[in-house]
């Protein structure tokens, strides 16, 4: 029962293009969402988050969108970098709880 | 800082073998978290202490698994016996307060249980 889903276990972008990472949640209490990024042979480390009162958070090259109606959030990322291929982790953590759900990752390949 | 330091971070046991990770987490965090990752599942949080107390060990699959934090600078989790199943990466992350939104994650042990 994955409450955090995201559907594209892969993704391959031009170097200089967006890379637009996306996931969806099931649970209507969840109230915080990151994303964290992790290279090969290294654990996960934090992006970018937004909380539910918002439905746009940026840092530089970095954007995540939330539709809570549609229980759904993205990661764009423009331009994309070949030092952006890593693997993608989404996460959740519900009201009142610090609990973080993660998804099963996207592998997103920048392809210089 | 060194970061949250796992040992080992390679494993290779025997089905039935007992295994036991290792965590010391970032000093000051006061909440320490398991996870697992698999290609299936992707990382699955397994429990999480907080001050050194289990808050939530509702992901622990099943009794095999036993996780301690004896005191602030150290975790352990424990498999007895394993098995080929448990095979995954294991995770230790710390983060200063409960509910902080970063987890500062260990590199991990890759366990091969055979």
């Known amino acids: 029962d994955q409450q955090v889903k995201q559907n594209s276990p892969s993704l391959s972008v031009q170097e200089g293009r967006i890379s637009i990472l996306n996931c969806d949640y099931t649970?209507?209490?969840?109230?915080?969402f990151l994303w964290y990024k992790k290279y090969p042979a290294e654990g996960p480390t934090f992006l970018i988050s937004i909380s539910s009162i918002k439905d746009k958070n940026e840092d530089g090259r970095f954007t995540v969108f939330l539709n809570k109606s549609a229980k759904h959030l993205s990661l764009h990322i423009v331009p994309s970098q070949p030092g952006d291929s890593a693997v993608y982790f989404c996460?959740?953590?519900?009201?009142?709880?610090?609990?973080?759900?993660f998804g099963t990752g996207t592998r997103l390949k920048v392809l210089a | 800082d060194a970061g949250v330091i796992q040992s080992p971070r390679h494993e290779v046991t025997e089905m039935g073998q007992e295994v036991t990770l290792r965590c010391k987490p970032i000093?000051?965090?006061?909440?320490l978290f398991w996870y697992r990752q698999t290609m299936m599942r992707g990382l699955e949080l397994l429990i999480y202490?907080?001050?050194?107390?289990?808050?939530?060990d509702s992901g622990m699959p099943e009794d095999r698994f036993s996780a301690k934090m004896p005191n602030a600078s150290f975790s352990t989790l424990k498999i007895q016996p394993s098995e080929p199943r448990d095979s995954a990466v294991y995770f230790c992350a710390s983060s200063l307060a409960e509910g902080s939104e970063k987890l500062f994650f260990g590199s991990g042990t890759q366990l091969s249980v055979l």
């Open positions: 000093s000051g965090h006061n909440s």
């Open positions: 202490f907080n001050n050194n107390v289990p808050i939530d």
């Open positions: 996460a959740a953590r519900g009201s009142g709880t610090y609990k973080y759900i």
């Open positions: 649970n209507s209490m969840f109230d915080y």
